[in-house]
């Protein structure tokens, strides 16, 4: 989860600020987490409360994405997914928003097998964003990561996604200067990762996301998090990050990498 936290926090002031250069600060006084960052965790709460027995993984989630997000009701939520969050019968809403895609990692991580992290992502995403394109965004992202962590080379997860999810025939820098803000999963997951298919480390990876602009924080999120699966987070920037998460969401990141352990980029 942290390599999307990472993207996130780095991704905050540019949202509505767009940089499209690979030169600026991660981390300065005006970044701060938003709901990537508390919705990844909760995502990742579920899973720790369920264990191995998924047949409760959706209630665990609609549970535990309301239970935390509440406690920030000012971190960015959609105004769909605010009255989601605060509902006393939530129910999905048809989305095909980008916040399926970007709270999804820890899924890519508990899963043994690409059939799991299909069926994982369903469960915590079809009880907010059952729209098609909701589902595919986060399914391709949660694949994606667990691609990422098992081995395949960055080839093999650029093909998997082109042949199963999203035509991946776009470069970054013919994008760069006219890609727009979009909360789409699908004007927002190719792109983020092709902001991992281009890189070279972690910081790389996140630096291509926050260069093309767009919904910036989200997007570096989707590219941190696979790029962390893979390359694995350098130790200093994991520890940046993790000043700006409040006690309550680093317990709960703790709680997780206890039992699945974040790979540290060498």
Not at 29 to 51: E, H, P, Q, R
Not at 70 to 95: A, E, I, L, Q, T
Not at 125 to 134: C, F, I, L, Q, S
Not at 211 to 219: E, P
Request: charged share 25%; hydrophobic share 40%.
């Amino acid at each position: 989860m942290i390599g999307a936290i990472i993207g996130d926090i780095v991704g905050s002031r540019f949202e509505f600020d767009n940089h499209r250069s690979k030169k600026f600060d991660l981390f300065t006084f005006y970044n701060f987490f938003t709901d990537d960052s508390v919705m990844t965790i909760a995502i990742g709460k579920a899973l720790l409360d369920v264990g191995k027995d998924y047949s409760n993984l959706s209630k665990r989630a609609v549970y535990n994405m309301q239970k935390i997000g509440r406690r920030y009701p000012d971190c960015g939520y959609g105004s769909n997914f605010y009255h989601w969050v605060f509902s006393d019968n939530p129910k999905p809403y048809n989305s095909y928003g980008n916040g399926s895609a970007m709270r999804i990692s820890a899924v890519g991580h508990v899963a043994n097998s690409i059939e799991e992290a299909i069926e994982l992502s369903k469960r915590v995403t079809e009880v907010t964003h059952n729209h098609p394109e909701g589902l595919k965004g986060a399914e391709a992202t949660a694949v994606a990561i667990y691609l990422a962590r098992t081995g395949s080379d960055i080839l093999e997860i650029g093909n998997y996604i082109n042949e199963n999810y999203y035509p991946m025939n776009l470069k970054l820098d013919d994008i760069r200067e006219t890609y727009q803000f979009n909360e789409s999963c699908q004007e927002t997951v190719p792109q983020a990762v092709q902001a991992f298919l281009e890189s070279n480390s972690f910081e790389d990876a996140i630096r291509n996301a926050i260069s093309v602009g767009g919904d910036s924080d989200t997007l570096a999120a989707i590219t941190g998090s696979i790029a962390a699966a893979y390359y694995g987070v350098p130790v200093d920037l994991r520890e940046q990050a993790m000043i700006f998460l409040d006690e309550s969401l680093l317990e709960i990141l703790i709680e997780f990498e206890k039992i699945y352990p974040p790979l540290i980029e060498k």
